[in-house]
């Protein structure tokens, strides 16, 4: 199953003026500087599909881009899902709690989307084990609901020498493991997010 189109559909401040959550959607999250709208745009092989602040953290919209999947089957028809580009967080700093790092709206996203299947954590595979981002999967597992699932994919990954990637991908075997600048790794996570929302005998 390959995405094969994308397109921004609206910004959004809340819940309130969010799309209506009629489609599955999959939320992209992560610390601000992390590589998030880069990896979004290498994923949909569309660049400039999601825009970077000039200054990391700034940004404090929920961002909605409309995917169209397809499979070498021409039998079977074009599916659809949303992915949901959210504000990057602790940024230059930690955060006691991140509910008070992250505004209300963005939370209550995460709590409440009905629609929501995915979360996809982005973490810097050169810092893998920063308290914000161990905070970020607490809060993730303790609000995750029986139908969605957390996929955490490293980024920058072509900034580790050969052997400290090898240890991190011991340490977390389950893990995606991303380099935008060199296009690796992007076909595990479109394939994983592609067969949790459609199934195996769609691919």
């Not at 601000?32 to 400039?48: A, D, F, P, W, Y």
């Not at 602790?90 to 008070?100: D, H, T």
């Not at 996809?120 to 029986?146: W, Y």
Request: net charge positive.
């Amino acid at each position: 199953m390959k995405i094969i189109d994308a397109q921004f559909m609206q910004s959004a401040q809340s819940l309130k003026d969010s799309p209506s959550p009629d489609m599955a959607e999959v939320a992209f999250l992560g610390r601000s500087n992390v590589g998030k709208s880069s990896l979004l745009n290498t994923l949909t092989n569309r660049k400039g599909l999601a825009k970077s602040s000039s200054t990391p953290g700034k940004t404090q919209l929920i961002n909605y881009f409309h995917i169209k999947f397809k499979n070498n089957d021409e039998n079977v028809p074009y599916l659809y899902a949303r992915f949901v580009d959210l504000p990057g967080f602790g940024y230059a700093r930690v955060s006691k709690s991140l509910k008070e790092d992250w505004n209300r709206n963005l939370t209550g996203y995460l709590e409440r989307r009905d629609c929501l299947q995915i979360f996809v954590h982005l973490i810097d595979a050169r810092h893998p084990s920063l308290e914000i981002d161990q905070n970020v999967d607490e809060f993730l597992r303790t609000i995750k609901r029986g139908d969605q699932i957390i996929i955490n994919a490293f980024t920058k990954i072509d900034k580790l020498k050969q052997n400290d990637l090898q240890k991190l991908k011991r340490a977390y075997p389950e893990g995606i493991f991303i380099s935008n600048l060199k296009k690796r790794g992007m076909q595990d996570l479109e394939q994983a997010i592609s067969e949790y929302l459609f199934g195996h005998q769609n691919l």
